[in-house]
T-cell receptor
Framework: GAVVSQHPSRVICKSGTSVKIECRSLDFQATTMFWYRQFPKKSLMLMAT?????????EQGVEKDKFLINHASLTLSTLTVTSAHPEDSSFYICSARDRGDPYEQYFGPGTRLTVT | GQNIDQPTEMTATEGAIVQINCTYQ??????LFWYQQHAGEAPTFLSY????GLEEKGRFSSFLSRSKGYSYLLLKELQMKDSASYLC???????????FGKGTKLSVIP
């Protein structure tokens, strides 16, 4: 099956610094990637939809200047959390849609971000 | 908007069958998805329904009734490793975005 990787799996950073999370589709071309965040014991909340070669579409309430998304190629999207604060601590998960199977999304293993 | 309801928690016995229900209100969607998520891990795809009816995949089956705004996931021959959260999600019409329910935490006991 299709594989999506995320890097890093865990990161701890200090308040005010920026953190970049990478999401890669390893064996398929992902025209669309999605970024979610999940708080403990809560469901996944869609943050933004990222299409290759165009600007990301952010969900209501998500600050685009704080969560920078770049989808530079058909296999890579990055999420940068800028000027991180403790309330940004969360589980960030990306998913990718295979252009050959539009209904199914393949999820990465997630990145646990802790801001101290 | 979309609203998705699932029971918060369920408990079932190893070897038994369990049905996890999902009801929803939406103005339109392209399919209903079921994902399994173990604690601290990303969701893994189980099944999806586009049309009404039953989809079977091994020990897992999913059912959809669009007219009733209702779906269920059926797990047979429960195993201890099936203890996880099960997420019901609606696929956006034309956008392929997923809107997730809050998930049902299933505990399988001996």
């Amino acid at each position: 099956g299709a594989v999506v990787s995320q890097h890093p799996s865990r990161v701890i950073c200090k308040s005010g610094t920026s953190v970049k999370i990478e999401c890669r589709s390893l064996d398929f071309q992902a025209t669309t990637m999605f970024w979610y965040r999940q708080f403990p014991k809560k469901s996944l909340m869609l943050m933004a939809t990222s299409n290759e070669g165009s600007k990301a579409t952010y969900e209501q309430g998500v600050e685009k200047d704080k969560f920078l998304i770049n989808h530079a190629s058909l296999t890579l999207s990055t999420l940068t959390v800028t000027s991180a604060h403790p309330e940004d601590s969360s589980f960030y998960i990306c998913s990718a849609r295979d252009r050959g199977d539009p209904y199914e999304q393949y999820f990465g293993p997630g990145t646990r971000l802790t801001v101290t | 908007g979309q609203n998705i309801d699932q029971p918060t928690e369920m408990t079932a016995t190893e070897g038994a069958i369990v049905q996890i229900n999902c009801t929803y209100q939406t103005s339109g969607f392209n399919g209903l998805f079921w994902y399994q998520q173990h604690a601290g891990e990303a969701p893994t795809f189980l099944s999806y329904n586009v049309l009404d009816g039953l989809e079977e995949k091994g020990r897992f089956s999913s059912f959809l009734s669009r007219s009733k705004g209702y779906s269920y996931l059926l797990l047979k021959e429960l195993q201890m490793k099936d203890s996880a959260s099960y997420l019901c999600a609606l696929g956006g019409a034309g956008s392929y975005q997923l809107t997730f329910g809050k998930g049902t935490k299933l505990s399988v006991i001996p």
